[in-house]
Structures are given as structure tokens and as C-alpha cells.
């Protein structure tokens, strides 16, 4: 039989020690909000109340997975699209500044899911709201010198139901190059700092605050510190685990933010960017309810570098350090042998930090599983089962790790993935480090080169391939950093551009550098010498979508260290596939929606994806002089409708057809008129305005 997760639910001899972080994390101070009484200035973006259809959806749902805490609010249409030109601006100082509110009511946290352009210079701040209606900046996200930042992330979370945004620009010019578009606003049940009164009723009353044990004996201080809450959001819903600080042996005084969890947790880079780590989330004392006063948070989100099901766990890399004081956790590879005395710390609903006790009764395959119905399962292979004696898992506590005593230390052995239900003696299972270590080892035990040193006559190890063959793939808007080892030298890096648009690309640094673009047949070409900054080369250069081949040498036998920079602003006002089409979507039984288009005749095509989310007549059609042709298709592709002209004298497509809730996709071409008229007119583009309407029958 199956086996719920917390939420109701060979020996390698390796080990290393654990470790305090001694000194503070080297990062960014956030700066200081400009905000002065502008408070009638302030865009202010606020949702409506939750529908009762909300609540329901966010209540409903399955029990069982990682711990349910929030949901996703629809953006109402009014709010959708760009919307830097609705705000109001002010100078300051360093250049100009707006304000810009999201409200969800009754939220104990909210975040917001933006997609954003930032011009060079540019910087946004995110800040809260306290209980004097005080502003407090939470975290910041600025564009580097000479290149536009274009991400999708989400902000960190504000205490309350409102969070802020405060734009910075150079000057005023740069208004018509930023983009800030609202798509989703999270909606939490929970607040980021603690303060959520009796909607945290544990299911168990068994528990005793972390401190408590620490006091008696139980468990290790550090044990206690390497434990961390996660929050995160999926697609639907905000959620959240345990976690530990992972301790490596890289070398002294190196500490890399390694965080193991649960695999059912958090599996993927989606999750993962949206994550926030809380820190020190305990009491001051044993049996207190006040914070410590060492509490933080960290955003920013991490990267997944191994996530398995078999095992049920998830390493990440944090994008951000581990705060002064953290604990990195030692572990072991050793099996755990039966009746050993083991413990952990962890967060069931989310509560300050709680500790357990129990004994290991040997390994276990058991079934995993998501419903009640036990129909979504998965195999926790060879699982760690634990009798607890003390304390119990909740929903929570998923993620959390287990310790067992080596050599005098407690080490990790385990990660918390699902209980029988019940509060006292409940048998938990872990999945088995011992298991997940070989496939982590890239990190855990990196290969240590200890051969002798190259010969001074030997050439140096190139960083990135000189051909396209064996060219670095280049992740557009990052930083890469290169070398150009000896004269000669090429390195060569691969872009792939999904969209009509000007690419930008430039090096800076003191080495004096040449650039080179084209294409994988050689039928464009582009290059430069000194156009940057220094002499640093950089092009600009429209572009249609392909890969490009992107070549930094020296000049004349220049060599030394640069770093390459990469941006890219389209020019196609809408996608050429249903990957990067325009969305359009609200949730609203009935709606409309109006947006104008251009199009290259010849060789472009608009696409637009149109979400319903009831049984709808969907109608598109364009008006303007453009000859258009639309098509209508299913999310798999399959054509659903089409049409040319709506009438002989209307050139314009017109399509209207009843369809069930679901994604769709439009297709816009444009045609060449016949005509015998003068040629002289310019036909290599026509204008159009498309219209939605949307309609509940």
C-alpha cells in the first residue's frame, strides 16, 4: 500500500564534516527607496477579493505533496500589458523615479510574477508596506552598463497584501525602452515574517521548538542551524518545504550554497527560480513564540543540479551566500544500521523551527503518493524507516534532513519524504543519501587535479572552442567571461535568435579585442575593432532568426582576459510560433481584447496565443487595409479554422467559432494585392488591427 508524503500524508565510506559560515555573505546592500509623500502618484495595481471559486480551488486540492500555502491570482485584463507608459515620474538626483503598488486583499504575503526590459542605468526596488504604512526596501534587480536585462522572475514577497515597486532611470528618454508587464500575482496564506495566528494550528500537538532540544541534549545546535524553510511557486501555487545547508570540502574558507531537499518538493529550474530560503526561522528561547532575532531571508532563486525520484531528493545551488552563522551540514555515505539513535529539525506548516527524534528500523521500497486514491505514486527505492519518538511530520516538513552521530558529529543521512498518518510513534521514510551521493559526486567530490605543472612550453588549455563546431553556447543577456591565451587565439560562442530584432554584443575589459558575427552559411557578416568602450569592439546589428556565430580575437597579437556581453531587443512586434507568441488570456467569462500588429507580407507571420478559461465563442478578425489570412489552431497544432477575406470587398479575415476552455493559437499572414497600379508603393509590410472577443454562450 501506498504511503503519503508529510503534507498528509553498498557502503562508500565517504564523510565530511560540517561547518559554520564565519564571516558575512559578500552581497549587494540594497539601496534605500527614494520614496517621498508621492503616494497619489503611485500606479496602484490592486486585485479584487478573492472569488469564492478561489478559495475553493486553493482548498480543494490534494492534500498530499509539498505544503500548500498560496495561490495564483489571474491579472484582470485592465491591468495587463506594459505598463510603463501609466506611470507618473519624478526626478531626483540621480535621474528619474516612479512608483508602481500591487495589492491582493487579505493576503498575509504577496509577490508578483513580472516580465521586464530594463534599459541600461536602471534599477528596480522592491519594497513593503509595515504597520505605519512605512516603506522598506526588500531587494533590488538592476540592468549592467550598456545592455537591456530582459527576464520573467518573481519579486520576493512583501508582509501584507501589498508589495512595491520604485523604477529608476538615467533620464527620460529611456521611458519608451522599459517594459514592466504584470502576469501573475501570488497570493499568500502565510506571512513572510511569522506574524499568522490560528491559521497555523498543527495537526499534531507533539511538537517541542528546536531550541528545546538543543537544551536538552537531544540535538546539536548545528543540526538545528543547517535546517532552513523553503517557499517557492509552481504553476499554480505558492508552496513550501524544508531544507539543509549542505556542507563540501572545497578548500578552506569555501562555502558553496548548497541546499538538499525533497525531489517531490522542488524538481525543476521553474520552481527553483521563484525559491526563497528563510534562515533561523526559530524561537528565541525553548517554548517562546518570538523570532529569533538573527531571522533573515535570501532571494533570488538557485539552480537544480540533480533532482531523482528514486531517492526523492533535489540539490540546489543557491544564487545567493548562505548568511553569517549558517550551519553547512556534514554528512555521511555509511549505511545507517538498525536501531541507531537518529534526529532532525524541520518546519511542519511552516511554524518556527521543530525538532524530532527516533530509531531506524532498516530499509523499506515503499510507495509514494500524491492522492488519497493512491493512483499518483512514485518508488521511494530502499527508503530509510523511522519510528520517531519524538515529534512528528507534518506538511512542512518534507525536505528536512536526518541525522544520525558519526565520530562525535551529527551527520546528514537522509531527507524527510513521507509518513504513515497518525501523531505518536509515526513511521516516517527518508530518502538514502548513501543512494543519491553517486550521482552528486560532479560536486560532493570533485576531481582533484594533482598532476604536475604544464610545462611552461606547452600552450595553454583554450576556454572556448575556435570553430563553430566546438563553440560555447551563449546564454543571451549573462555575462561570459573568455580568454584569448596566445596570439592567434579565436574563441567562438553560438546564439540562437528566435525573433527579428538588433542583437548587441561587446566585450569589456582591458584586453584590446575584435569581433565577429555571422552566420552558419556565411551569408551575413558583421565585425568591429574599437567601437566599445577602450578598445573594446561592439556591434549592433538587426538580425532575422537563425543562429549566429559570435568570433572575439585580439587585435594584432593582443592576449588577456575580457568579459562578453550580450543583449538583444526585438523589432517583430509579435512571435513567429507558438513559442514566443503574444499571450492573451483573462478570467473573465466575457471579454475583449485589442492590439495592433505589423507585418512583413512575404516572409512573416503573427501568433498569438489566446487562453479561455470557460466555454466560449471565440471571434478574431482585423481591420485595417492590409489583405490578412487567419488561421486558428489547437494547442496541438491542428487547424480548427480559417478564413481569407470576410467579404469580397473586405480583405480582412473573420473568424468566429464556439469552443471549449482550453489554449489556442492564431495565425496572422498578410497577402500581396494584385494590382496593376504603379509598383512604386512600398508592399514589404502592412499594418493591422486585431480584435479578440471573447464570449460565454
Avoid at 59 to 86: C, E, L, T, W
Avoid at 595 to 624: A, L
Wanted: glycine share 8%; with cysteine; hydrophobic share 30%.
Amino acid at each position: 500500500s501506498g504511503v503519503s508524503f508529510p503534507t498528509y500524508a553498498s557502503d562508500h565510506s565517504g564523510f565530511t564534516p560540517g561547518s559554520y559560515n564565519p564571516s558575512p555573505a559578500i552581497v549587494e546592500p540594497i539601496p534605500e527607496i527614494v520614496y517621498q509623500p508621492w503616494q497619489k502618484s503611485e500606479l496602484k495595481l490592486d486585485l479584487p477579493r478573492l472569488f469564492a471559486s478561489e478559495r475553493a480551488d486553493f482548498q480543494n486540492d490534494s492534500v498530499n505533496g509539498p505544503q500548500k500555502i498560496g495561490i495564483h491570482r489571474d491579472i484582470p485584463f485592465s491591468m495587463m500589458g506594459n505598463i510603463a507608459p501609466k506611470l507618473t515620474w519624478h526626478r531626483y538626483k540621480g535621474g528619474i523615479v516612479a512608483y508602481a503598488t500591487i495589492s491582493s486583499p487579505e493576503a498575509k504575503s504577496v509577490r508578483a510574477q513580472l516580465d521586464i526590459i530594463l534599459p541600461a542605468n536602471s534599477e528596480l526596488v522592491f519594497y513593503g508596506l509595515d504597520v505605519q504604512d512605512e516603506r522598506n526596501a526588500l531587494d533590488s534587480l538592476s540592468s549592467t552598463h550598456k545592455r537591456l536585462e530582459e527576464k520573467r522572475f518573481w519579486t520576493p514577497p512583501a508582509h501584507g497584501e501589498n508589495i512595491g515597486i520604485e523604477i529608476r532611470l538615467a533620464r527620460s528618454s529611456e521611458i519608451s525602452k522599459l517594459q514592466i508587464s504584470l502576469l501573475k500575482v501570488g497570493h499568500r496564506f502565510r506571512s513572510t515574517i511569522g506574524i499568522d495566528g490560528p491559521a497555523l494550528e498543527l495537526e499534531c500537538d507533539n511538537h517541542s521548538d528546536a531550541s528545546c532540544g538543543v537544551n536538552n541534549g537531544v540535538i546539536d545546535a548545528d543540526t538545528v542551524d543547517s535546517t532552513v524553510k523553503l517557499t517557492w511557486e509552481d504553476a499554480d501555487y505558492s508552496y513550501l518545504c524544508s531544507g539543509v545547508l549542505m556542507n563540501v570540502d572545497d578548500g578552506p574558507d569555501v562555502y558553496r550554497p548548497y541546499v538538499l531537499t525533497a525531489g517531490h518538493c522542488i524538481s525543476n529550474e521553474s520552481e527553483a527560480n521563484s525559491l526563497v530560503v528563510h534562515w533561523f526561522y526559530e524561537s528565541t528561547s525553548c517554548d517562546s513564540t518570538t523570532t529569533s532575532s538573527e531571522f533573515t531571508q535570501t532571494f533570488g532563486g538557485a539552480d537544480v543540479l540533480e533532482s531523482r525520484t528514486e531517492e526523492d531528493m533535489t540539490l540546489l545551488e543557491l544564487e545567493r551566500d548562505a548568511p553569517e552563522g549558517a550551519y553547512f551540514a556534514g554528512w555521511t555515505t555509511s549505511d545507517v544500521t538498525f536501531g541507531t539513535g537518529v534526529n532532525g529539525a524541520h518546519h511542519p506548516d511552516g511554524v518556527l523551527k521543530k525538532y524530532f527524534t527516533g530509531t531506524s528500523q532498516g530499509s523499506q521500497t515503499v510507495q509514494v503518493c500524491y492522492d488519497e486514491e493512491q493512483e499518483d505514486c512514485f518508488t521511494l527505492v530502499e527508503g530509510i524507516r523511522v519510528r520517531l519518538g519524538e515529534g512528528a511530520a507534518e506538511g512542512g516538513s518534507s525536505g528536512s534532513g536526518l541525522f544520525e552521530e558519526v565520530s562525535g558529529e551529527e551527520v546528514l543521512v537522509g531527507i524527510l519524504s513521507a509518513t504513515n498518518e497518525g501523531c505518536t510513534n509515526q513511521i516516517t521514510f527518508f530518502g538514502r543519501f548513501e543512494n543519491f551521493y553517486p550521482h552528486i559526486t560532479t560536486w560532493f567530490d570533485p576531481i582533484i587535479d594533482d598532476t604536475e605543472p604544464d610545462d611552461p612550453d606547452t600552450p595553454p588549455e583554450d576556454d572556448h572552442g575556435d570553430t563553430p563546431e566546438s563553440a560555447t553556447v551563449l546564454a543571451l543577456g549573462e555575462m561570459t567571461e573568455g580568454e584569448i591565451e596566445t596570439s592567434g587565439d579565436v574563441d567562438v560562442f553560438e546564439i540562437t535568435i528566435s525573433r527579428r530584432g538588433v542583437l548587441t554584443v561587446y566585450t569589456e575589459g582591458s584586453t584590446d579585442t575584435e569581433g565577429r558575427i555571422y552566420n552558419s552559411d556565411n551569408t551575413f557578416e558583421e565585425s568591429d575593432d574599437d567601437s566599445g568602450e577602450g578598445w573594446n569592439f561592439q556591434i549592433e546589428v538587426n538580425i532575422e532568426p537563425g543562429t549566429y556565430y559570435i568570433e572575439v580575437s585580439g587585435w594584432d597579437d593582443s592576449t588577456g582576459q575580457y568579459e562578453l556581453y550580450s543583449s538583444f531587443v526585438a523589432t517583430d512586434d509579435h512571435g513567429d510560433d507558438q513559442e514566443t507568441a503574444t499571450e492573451i488570456s483573462s478570467s473573465a467569462t466575457s471579454w475583449n481584447y485589442d492590439t495592433p500588429g505589423k507585418i512583413n507580407i512575404e516572409d512573416d507571420v503573427d501568433v498569438f496565443e489566446i487562453e479561455t478559461k470557460h466555454h466560449s465563442r471565440i471571434t478574431v478578425y482585423t481591420e485595417g487595409s492590409t489583405d490578412t489570412v487567419g488561421s486558428l489552431k489547437y494547442e496541438n497544432g491542428e487547424l480548427a479554422e480559417e478564413n481569407d477575406d470576410s467579404t469580397v470587398e473586405n480583405k480582412n479575415f473573420h473568424i468566429s467559432e464556439t469552443f471549449d476552455s482550453g489554449i489556442y493559437y492564431l495565425f496572422v499572414e498578410g497577402r500581396l494585392e494584385e494590382t496593376e497600379e504603379d509598383e512604386e508603393e512600398d508592399e514589404d509590410a502592412g499594418e493591422y488591427q486585431l480584435k479578440v472577443v471573447i464570449t460565454t454562450e
